[in-house]
């Protein structure tokens, strides 16, 4: 019989082995030697750190909405604008779009956290120089909306922010309470049900059913 020693030796061997081959390539960072060539502008951040961001809209000194746009998980700062030029520009937008850390051209943060996202938009202002205030929107970057809420609160205020649970026990309760005050009635009433009465969400959000509590389409 072969000795227990010996097959977990080779147990580690073979997992090694494996590790060594599906280990992904080095990462070549945008505009190192050999890596992918750089774009778009970019701020060089306080660690050192490069920052890719696309500007939209209107010149920002003549925008009466500045607004920082924060893609999804499978986007870059690239992705097409969900509004018509038209309406930008007459109301006057200005749109700060930027790559999260490890995304597009942006670099990547080894200790990235909820507090350094919402820092990396707080000084990717300071250097366009945006002003003091600003507004957060979104295609789906809910999370780093809620930590800018929470920790630049004095810059920040939240322009888009899609669905989420308001009743998270991990979510500081002030700050969930201000942003489901912040929905529209209909948003609230939906997402009240849908907490208390789950079995009654999906009929009540079909606005042929029950427009009264849809909050997708009703407006306050």
């Excluded at 081959?21 to 990462?27: A, D, G, S, T, Y």
């Excluded at 986007?75 to 995304?103: H, M, N, W």
């Excluded at 295609?139 to 669905?163: F, H, T």
């Amino acid at each position: 019989m072969v000795p227990r020693i010996l097959i977990v030796l080779l147990v580690v061997l073979l997992g090694l082995a494996f590790q060594a081959i599906l280990r992904p390539p080095p990462q070549k960072l945008c505009g190192a030697p050999g890596g992918p060539p750089v774009t778009s502008p970019r701020i060089k951040l306080r660690d050192g750190r490069y920052l890719a961001y696309r500007e939209d809209g209107v010149q920002k000194d003549k925008a009466k909405f500045k607004i920082i746009s924060v893609h999804a998980f499978d986007s870059t700062k690239d992705f097409p604008l969900q509004v018509s030029k038209e309406l930008v520009d007459e109301l006057g937008i200005y749109l700060l779009a930027f790559d999260r850390a490890g995304y597009g051209e942006n670099d990547p943060n080894p200790k990235r956290n909820a507090r350094s996202e919402a820092l990396d938009i707080e000084e990717l202002t300071d250097q366009p120089k945006l002003g003091r205030k600003f507004c957060v929107g979104n295609v789906d970057g809910r999370i780093p909306n809620l930590r800018c809420l929470q920790y630049i609160p004095n810059r920040s205020s939240v322009s888009s922010l899609p669905i989420i649970n308001y009743w998270w026990p991990s979510s500081p309760a002030e700050l969930s309470r201000q942003a489901f005050m912040g929905l529209i009635v209909p948003e609230q009433r939906t997402l009240w049900i849908a907490h208390n009465i789950n079995f009654l969400a999906l009929p009540l959000d079909d606005p042929e059913v029950a427009p009264f509590f849809c909050g997708s389409h009703a407006s306050s």
